[in-house]
């Protein structure tokens, strides 16, 4: 079946570690973006990427990199620089021109 | 910023209607209305989209206002399983531009037995 697969669900690391969290899909989506989640909060922005080899800042970005090498992936790393980074992150992809986005299941960062 | 106003939270009972109110004043012409809900812990899942005219499909239908400013979302036969935080939210489709999503704070929707 065709979906996106984050990888792992839970994610412990200690602070000052950089972490990357994958996202996969096999949508031939265009379209892939980051998104954190905090506690009775909705989604921000982290990164975005329309096409492979470009991708653009959202409104949080700071602390965190990214890569589109290959149209289904779309790797987040969450580096030392982020202040915060325990949240639980969501990768989403779209069909460019298309509505609806498909959403995978998270990864919950946990920084001790 | 979001775009839409939802009460932060609402109850059905289960079997009932369960219709969930937004408020968009500010939208614009070529923005569409987007329903997306959200499970304790896991992804969003779209449910339903509209431009202007009202919508059905096997989740959920999506009533518009003939002004655009507001639109209610409806669960027929609301279950248990129903039970999620629901975004309203507003944004232009895709193509040439960036199609983002701005997600708010939702409404938590508690199906109770």
């Known amino acids: 079946d065709g979906g996106i697969t984050q990888s792992p669900k839970y994610l412990f690391r200690k602070e000052g570690q950089n972490v990357t969290l994958s996202c996969e899909q096999n949508?031939?989506?265009?379209?892939m973006y980051w998104y954190r989640q905090d506690p009775g909060q909705g989604l921000r922005l982290i990164y975005y990427?329309?096409?492979?080899?470009?991708?653009q800042k959202g409104d949080i970005a700071e602390g965190y990199s990214v890569s589109r090498e290959k149209k289904e992936s779309f790797p987040l790393t969450v580096t030392s620089a982020q202040k915060n980074p325990t949240a639980f992150y969501l990768c989403?992809?779209?069909?460019?021109?298309?509505?609806?986005?498909?959403f995978g299941s998270g990864t919950r960062l946990t920084v001790v | 910023d979001a775009k839409t106003t939802q009460p932060p939270s609402m109850d059905c009972a289960e079997g009932r209607a369960a219709n969930l109110p937004c408020n968009h004043s500010?939208?614009?012409?070529?923005?569409?209305v987007y329903w997306y809900r959200q499970i304790h812990s896991q992804g969003p899942q779209y449910i339903i989209h509209?431009?202007?005219n009202n919508e059905t499909n096997e989740m959920a239908s999506l009533i518009i206002t003939e002004d655009r400013k507001s639109s209610t979302l409806i669960l027929p036969h609301a279950t248990l399983r129903d039970t999620a935080v629901y975004y309203c939210?507003?944004?232009?489709?895709?193509?040439?531009?960036?199609?983002?999503?701005?997600f708010g704070r939702g409404t938590q929707l508690t199906v109770w037995p």
């Open positions: 989403a992809s779209k069909v460019q021109g298309g509505n609806g986005y498909t």
């Open positions: 949508l031939n989506h265009d379209a």
């Open positions: 990427s329309q096409i492979v080899n470009d991708f």
């Open positions: 500010t939208i614009s012409g070529n923005e569409y």
């Open positions: 509209g431009l202007k």
């Open positions: 939210i507003v944004s232009p489709t895709g193509g040439s531009t960036l199609g983002r999503l701005y």
